[in-house]
């Protein structure tokens, strides 16, 4: 594997369910991200990682829960969503800060119920 | 409050002909800027970039203009071809502001063959 992935692609949850988010990179980054794409909008940053340390939470409401056990992993934890959440979420990463490109994965397509 | 406008939802252009993309922002602390292109199902991919100190950057087809005063960039794609087809990102950031990149809402850009 190469780049970063990410699990599930498409994820279908109703408003009371539990779900996981996972990002992995294999690029040897320091820095990860999630990102929220909602349709005609700009990609909106949600938190950023940076040597496993969270330095950015873009005032994302608590239903979303991030985790990174190590430089290489990132999770969002999902509960009690709304459909207003339904987005493409996507994950990146970067060697430094944002003065390095990020790499973005392919995204999960989020459908809340 | 977006910091980062893309106006023009989508732009259709002849294939051989020039692509031009643009995007305005309002932060003047703003000092890097970038493009980023992304096709259907995949993730954002870093196409080219600029530095405020600098009022042109080129790569192959694709230049990058910015004009400061006017707080405007604009991204030239010539000669345009039908597989740059796919949706355009503009996005900028600070020096000193970490990994918070701020993201337009992107233009769908078609090339016709």
């Known amino acids: 594997e190469t780049g970063v992935t990410q699990t599930p692609r498409h994820l279908v949850m109703g408003m009371t369910n539990k779900k996981s988010l996972k990002c992995e990179q294999h690029l040897g980054h320091n820095a990860m991200y999630w990102y929220k794409q909602s349709a005609k909008k700009p990609l909106e940053l949600m938190f950023v990682y940076n040597f496993k340390e969270q330095t950015e939470n873009n005032s994302v409401p608590s239903r979303f829960s991030p985790e990174c056990p190590n430089s290489s992993h990132l999770f969002l934890h999902l509960h009690t969503l709304q459909p207003e959440d339904s987005a493409l979420y996507l994950c990146?990463?970067?060697?430094?800060?944002?003065?390095?490109?990020?790499?973005f994965g392919p995204g999960t397509r989020l459908t809340v119920l | 409050d977006q910091q980062v406008k893309q106006n023009s939802p989508s732009l259709s252009v002849q294939e051989g002909r020039i692509s031009i993309l643009n995007c305005d922002y309002t932060?003047?602390?703003?000092?890097?800027f970038l493009w980023y292109k992304k096709y259907p199902a995949e993730g954002p991919t870093f196409l080219i970039s600029?530095?405020?100190?600098?009022d042109k950057n080129e790569d192959g087809r694709f230049t990058v203009f910015l004009n400061k005063s006017a707080k405007h960039l604009s991204l030239h794609i010539v000669p345009s071809q039908p597989g740059d087809s796919a949706v355009y990102f503009c996005a900028a950031n600070t020096r000193t502001g970490g990994f918070k990149t701020i993201f337009g809402a992107g233009t769908r850009l078609f090339v016709k063959a």
């Open positions: 932060n003047s602390m703003f000092d890097y």
């Open positions: 990146a990463s970067s060697q430094g800060d944002t003065l390095d490109t990020q790499y």
């Open positions: 600029i530095s405020s100190i600098k």
